[in-house]
């Protein structure tokens, strides 16, 4: 399970059309591109910046952004404007990590936010502390704060349900 199944799972908790849960899908799976382009064209630089989000505990994106002037998500969002990718799409992994600073609402954005939120949650649980990352502020923003308890159930039933499959 990823940020790609958790963003198409809330999609579908919210009875979204099959066109919106793949749209939420192709966010979830293309949102990190920019960590990529980055490692293979600066490796050096890139695994001092990962290196210096663990040691003082910051984000990887702010980092990113101090060092380069850039984030992973507004490369792998411009890679995706200019290879034609629907602009929801594009916004969604522009602002997956700072929704708030979209100029519009997107029910997609919210999606691959909080789904890339569960993911790290997930991912980081084995950690003494680990911190959300959801943008509360945001999702009450958009009136849909109410819907978070909702979505992290249709996720961790997407969870269960992936386990027993694979068993």
Known sequence: MGAS??????????NNQKESMDDAFMAGILHDLGKLVL?????????????????TKRSLWEVEYDNFGVT???IAAYLMGLWGMKD???EAIAFHHCPKKSPGWNGLLAAAHTGNAFDHEI????????????????LENIDMID????WQSA????????????K
Request: with cysteine; proline share 3%.
């Open 155 to 166: 996720c961790r039933n997407s969870i269960k349900k992936d386990t027993q499959i694979a």
């Open 39 to 55: 490692a293979q064209n600066l490796p050096k630089q890139y695994k001092t910046v990962m290196d210096e989000a663990r040691q």
């Open 5 to 14: 199944m958790f963003a198409k799972t809330i999609t579908q908790a919210e």
């Open 147 to 150: 819907r978070l308890p909702v």
């Open 88 to 90: 929801t799409v594009v």
């Open 72 to 74: 992973h998500a507004e």
């Open 123 to 138: 991912h980081l649980s084995h950690l003494e502390e680990t911190i959300s990352t959801i943008d509360a502020a945001y």
